[in-house]
């Protein structure tokens, strides 16, 4: 509504204020996909800090962590939950195999959802996601 | 651009002996574009006076910008003149919400069993408009408006005309989750309205110590507010929206702190007839 597209929507600020907060691991993009934040607790699944990584563009983010289904084949961008949530206004599960930052391939759950401030504005999407125990 | 304050007391009218210089009417600022309108930022108690003072002056438009519905930006609007003249057009503008409309979230108000009249039969039919995301003007006015932390849909307002700008975020806890010293501006609610405006209205209505009870009740501290406006460089900070229970004098201590905390900004204390001209 301002004039100044620097600035990032509330819902967003919220987003972030809140999952900054969270224990549970939490990833937030905007409208366009850019990685905004993800908070500490998600720093140990993705093997990386916030801090290092900064903002990342849609299709940056969705190589960064070389997200895999389980059997091995690339996931693209449209087809993980944060894809469909922020694209698709809706909410999205799956399980996935990343590759953190720190080299370690690692099995996690991820379910996503829209930031919808009016029920035809999607300004974002929050991923929450957990490591999957090893053997499960 | 001249602006003038008709109520600066937050959450309830607050009259009486130990008010008197700061004023008890709730939130209400004027400002004077041309002869034959009249932009007005909240409708709180403020907006009573504010009509009379008027003195059958009968202005043909009057565009309402309400910040959001809580009752103290809104009570007064049921005893403005203007709202009952039918010869006024009256647009209220005001947050938008993720369900009910604007009409639809304020009619309540002006129905029985809150109020005797209809909001549908009021004489000046006021027509609703949900303020756009994109800034629009208003007589020789540009006016924006951004979502902030706040309770429910709020937003913040700001004003620009003739090369000055004006902001206006009276209810506003911009350090809710968020230490203002520590991200970058994009993350800081309200910052992009608030930006090198040469005025800045801002909520100041808890000390700190207060504050620290009233965490995400939707207002700053003192601290919180100086910092806001610094960040935002804005040239004069005004302290707004005072608690009801504040009185001159506790006001007067708040100003102190917020003096000794100020680098960059020069900060007054909003009182009623106070008169901006930038």
Not at chain 2, 185 to 205: T, V, Y
Request: glycine share 10%.
């Amino acid at each position: 509504m301002a004039d100044d597209s620097d600035q990032r929507d509330l819902i967003l600020i919220l987003a972030r204020d809140l999952t900054s907060r969270l224990a549970t691991a939490a990833f937030v993009v905007d409208a366009d996909g850019t990685l905004a934040y993800f908070n500490e607790a998600a720093e140990p699944v993705l093997g990386a800090s916030y801090a290092e990584t900064g903002e990342l563009p849609a299709g940056g983010w969705a190589s960064e962590w070389d997200p895999r289904n389980l059997d091995g084949t690339p996931v693209p961008l449209e087809a993980l939950p944060l894809g469909i949530a922020f694209r698709e206004g809706r909410p999205a599960h799956m399980p996935l195999c990343i590759r953190g930052g720190d080299g370690m391939d690692r099995t996690i759950e991820v379910t996503a959802f829209p930031l919808c401030a009016r029920a035809d504005q999607i300004l974002g999407a929050i991923a929450i996601f957990w490591e999957r125990p090893s053997g499960s | 651009m001249r602006a003038t304050i008709w109520g600066c007391r937050g959450t309830l009218a607050s009259p009486g002996p130990e008010t008197v210089r700061y004023g008890g009417q709730t939130s209400c600022i004027a400002i004077d574009s041309d002869e034959d309108s009249l932009l007005i930022l909240d409708a709180g108690t403020g907006i009573r006076p504010l009509g009379m003072s008027l003195d059958g002056r009968r202005p043909k438009r009057v565009d309402l910008l309400i910040t959001h519905l809580h009752t103290d930006h809104i009570e007064g609007l049921r005893f403005f003149g203007p709202f009952w003249d039918p010869d006024v057009e009256f647009r209220i503008w005001g947050p938008p919400a993720p369900t009910k409309n604007l009409e639809q979230r304020l009619a309540p108000f002006f129905s029985p069993p809150f109020f005797p009249v209809h909001m549908r039969n009021v004489p000046s039919r006021p027509t609703f408009r949900e303020v756009p995301e994109e800034p629009w003007t208003i007589g020789s006015m540009t006016v924006s408006a951004s979502l902030v932390k706040h309770p429910g849909p709020a937003v913040g307002y700001r004003l620009e005309d003739g090369g000055h700008a004006l902001a206006y975020l009276p209810d506003h806890e911009p350090g809710l989750g968020t230490d203002l010293t520590a991200v970058t501006d994009r993350w800081i609610s309200g910052l992009g309205i608030a930006r090198n405006a040469d005025l800045l209205i801002h909520d100041g209505q808890y000390t700190l110590g207060e504050y620290h009870e009233r965490v995400g009740w939707g207002h700053s501290s003192t601290p919180d507010a100086v910092t806001f406006a610094e960040r935002a460089h804005a040239g004069r900070l005004v302290l707004f929206h005072h608690d009801p229970l504040h009185s001159d004098d506790d006001l007067e201590a708040i100003l102190s702190e917020a003096e000794r905390l100020a680098t960059s900004i020069t900060v007054e204390l909003g009182h009623e007839g106070r008169v901006f001209e930038l």
